[in-house]
T-cell receptor
Framework: EAGVAQSPRYKIIEKRQSVAFWCNPISGHATLYWYQQILGQGPKLLIQFQNNGVVDDSQLPKDRFSAERLKGVDSTLKIQPAKLEDSAVYLC??????????FGQGTRLTVV | AQTVTQSQPEMSVQEAETVTLSCTYDTSENNYYLFWYKQPPSRQMILVIRQEAYKQQNATENRFSVNFQKAAKSFSLKISDSQLGDTAMYFCAFMKAGTASKLTFGTGTRLQVTL
């Protein structure tokens, strides 16, 4: 069974530029999560989708972050414009009910 | 809201020894799941072990086992016969039963396995 795929693995951008991350979840998983993980900290949930609907985006900085999940499968997370404090690893995960979430390898974003 | 607390920021264990990582959580839910995740320096988060709250039997996966105390809201991870490859960050996580549930993480414990 293929795991969660994320791209790119690494991205370096200047502040005020825009960036987009892509995630393809495990086939059949209805729930998709985007987490932000700052170095040395635990993951913080940015947004959670159930199929193509948003379940929780309470911690998403909506003035600069946006996310969508077209057709309830792939998802993209965008930051525009980026700030220095957005430097982090962005993790995508998907899950079936109660089975726990399975994570991709993450995208390390550096904003300079 | 659920909270997950890991009170040990760092731990160290010698190879072949046993180590226990602590986790407590707070919830008003009766049906839920608890997880331990491992995150090596390569950074991919790996699911180590899963416990269903309605099961009294503690989960076991090879060298990894848990001590689940529902009344005390405690969920510790025991790693037996520690190996160098066990060096990683370990995160405890909580998920309420039901569809579209949020996965809430603790702050993590950094485990170093030494020779």
């Amino acid at each position: 069974e293929a795991g969660v795929a994320q791209s790119p693995r690494y991205k370096i951008i200047e502040k005020r530029q825009s960036v987009a991350f892509w995630c393809n979840p495990i086939s059949g998983h209805a729930t998709l999560y985007w987490y932000q993980q700052i170095l040395g900290q635990g993951p913080k949930l940015l947004i959670q989708f159930q199929n193509n609907g948003v379940v929780d985006d309470s911690q998403l900085p909506k003035d600069r972050f946006s996310a969508e999940r077209l057709k309830g499968v792939d998802s993209t997370l965008k930051i525009q414009p980026a700030k220095l404090e957005d430097s982090a690893v962005y993790l995508c995960a998907s899950s079936q009910q109660g089975a726990g979430a399975f994570f991709g390898q993450g995208t390390r974003l550096t904003v300079v | 809201a659920q909270t997950v607390t890991q009170s040990q920021p760092e731990m160290s264990v010698q190879e072949a020894e046993t180590v226990t990582l602590s986790c407590t959580y707070d919830t008003s839910e009766n049906n839920y799941y608890l997880f331990w995740y491992k995150q090596p320096p390569s950074r991919q988060m790996i699911l180590v072990i899963r416990q269903e709250a309605y099961k009294q039997q503690n989960a076991t996966e090879n060298r990894f086992s848990v001590n689940f105390q529902k009344a005390a809201k405690s969920f510790s991870l025991k790693i037996s016969d520690s190996q160098l490859g066990d060096t990683a960050m370990y995160f405890c996580a909580f998920m309420k039963a039901g569809t579209a549930s949020k996965l809430t993480f603790g702050t993590g414990t950094r485990l170093q396995v030494t020779l």
